[in-house]
């Protein structure tokens, strides 16, 4: 299993100094062992937990795929205020977070059972930081051009193309254009138990939100 990357220096810490405990306690709080929780997410056990003591700080991919094994969002990783309950999201309410290098902006309602961002992806190296896990994602490209690798195959989207996957699928995002990379980004929030409860014990495959 590929292990996701460190944080590189450049996060702010201010933004990340609330997901260490936050790690800790959504873990135990699932009743998941430190060996259990990072083989769901792709870790080994002791980066798993040099994230929750705050050794380390995770990225953008990173907190995804926490968010996702522990059925919550990265705006509650990140100790963010959760928003009424207001089916409208105006423009202007929405604040910028970053995270690995990756800019996000929170575009969709809390407590759903889906996560929906708008994601500035910059022009570097990604390295082998592939992501497997149940669940569905969609994504749009708003501008630039985007590299997106599924299993083997290696895609390359313009403006206006979008993706609609398994999340089951080994998968890999990069930016293909000098100035990075714009996507509207969906994916289902499935808790690891009962993702597993409603798979039927199974091999596991995607399913919707």
Request: negative net charge; charged residues 20%; glycine residues 12%.
């Amino acid at each position: 299993m590929t292990e996701l990357p460190d944080e590189p220096s450049g996060t702010a810490p201010e933004e990340l100094s609330t997901v260490a405990p936050r790690l800790r306690d959504l873990r135990r709080r699932n009743g998941l062992t430190l060996e259990t929780a990072a083989q769901r997410v792709g870790l080994s056990p002791a980066h798993l937990s040099r994230l929750e003591t705050g050794q380390r700080q995770p990225s953008l991919p990173m907190l995804l795929a926490l968010a996702r094994t522990y059925g919550t969002t990265v705006s509650d990783l990140l100790g963010e205020a959760a928003p009424e309950r207001d089916p409208i999201l105006r423009a202007g309410r929405a604040e910028p977070s970053e995270a690995g290098g990756w800019t996000y902006w929170t575009v969709g309602g809390a407590g759903r059972a889906m996560q929906a961002l708008r994601v500035h992806v910059p022009q570097r190296a990604q390295g082998d930081l592939v992501r497997v896990h149940p669940g569905e994602e969609w994504l749009y490209v708003l501008g630039g051009r985007l590299r997106l690798t599924l299993g083997e195959a290696v895609h390359v989207l313009d403006p206006g193309d979008a993706a609609h996957f398994d999340s089951l699928t080994p998968h890999r995002l990069a930016a293909a254009a000098p100035g990075g990379t714009e996507l509207l980004f969906v994916h289902t929030l499935l808790q690891s138990g009962a993702a597993e409860l409603c798979l039927g014990g199974g091999t596991p495959h995607g399913r919707g939100g």
